[in-house]
């Protein structure tokens, strides 16, 4: 593959789905967190209270203690197979059962103590008002952001630090997710690509690699059955368009 691409996922099931977004949210994070400015931290905490949304809509303790628990039988029975590399296979079983560990000192749901806290608390509330943190609408949020960089980003940083039993097993699951296939050439006809898939594969995540010189972007779509790429050319303001250039890229099928 060519070095410079952009990359196109399509999670398959609403589990990968979750982790995708959480994942999303973990690294917008990790471009303010340390900003100084006080729209840094607001970037910061409306993340933050994004996270903690998804994370009230789904008991994500007990998706990734299954999800770990599954992962973990499956790659135990790799260690008697004369090809793995066992030392990389029990460096990852390892830091899967960390991950559980840790999971299973939560109690209760996860970030509870950081929805309790006011701030928090007071800011969640107000978000389904457009621009509802005005600083007229919450002044305890006003005062808090005017103060010194160093106590903003402390808080910041507990508050997040709270949040790694979730970011760090929904990275390191991604990353198995994504490293368990290769990537294979396809071509899109006239922009368009659709294949049938292997029903006995558990595939979660499909990955689209595209050139970055290509000049038509990939709007992937995919389900149980099939999968679907189609390649559309941009307008200046009109709707997009499906591109009638054959289009040369690569997929992989990511399944555990």
């Known amino acids: 593959m060519e070095e410079n691409i952009i990359t196109y996922e399509q999670p398959l099931n609403e589990r990968v789905r979750l982790f ?17 400015s006080d729209w840094d ?19 994500i303790k007990t998706e990734l203690l299954k999800y770990l628990e ?3 039988g499956t790659l135990a029975r790799l260690q008697d197979v004369a090809a793995v590399n066992t030392e990389q296979l029990n460096l990852i079983l390892g830091e899967l059962e960390n991950s559980q560990d840790k999971l299973f000192t939560v109690n209760g749901s996860v970030a509870h103590s950081i ?5 928090i608390s007071s800011i969640l509330q107000r978000k389904t008002v457009a621009a509802g943190t ?19 980003i402390a808080a910041l940083e507990n508050w997040y630090k709270d949040l790694d039993v979730i970011r760090k097993p929904v990275g390191l699951l991604l990353q198995l997710i994504r490293d368990s296939a290769d990537a294979e050439p396809a071509q899109a006809e006239q922009g368009f690509f659709q294949k049938a898939l292997d029903t006995n594969r558990n595939i979660q995540l499909i990955r689209v690699f595209v050139p970055q010189s290509v000049s038509s972007y990939a709007e992937v779509s995919g389900g149980k059955h099939r999968v679907s790429v189609r390649f559309l050319e941009q307008q200046d303001s009109e709707r997009p368009i499906q591109t009638q250039s054959d289009i040369n890229f690569h997929m992989s099928y990511c399944s555990l």
């Not at 995708?20 to 100084?36: I, P, V, W």
């Open 20 to 36: 995708l977004r959480l994942e999303h949210l973990f690294q917008q994070a990790s471009y303010t967190l340390y900003g100084e």
């Open 41 to 59: 931290s607001r970037a910061s905490i409306d993340t933050l209270t994004n996270i903690l949304e998804i994370l009230s809509r789904s008991d």
């Open 70 to 72: 599954k992962l973990q």
């Open 115 to 119: 929805n309790e806290h006011h701030l």
């Open 134 to 152: 005005s600083h007229f609408d919450l002044p305890l949020y006003h005062f808090w952001l005017q103060r010194p960089a160093e106590e903003r």
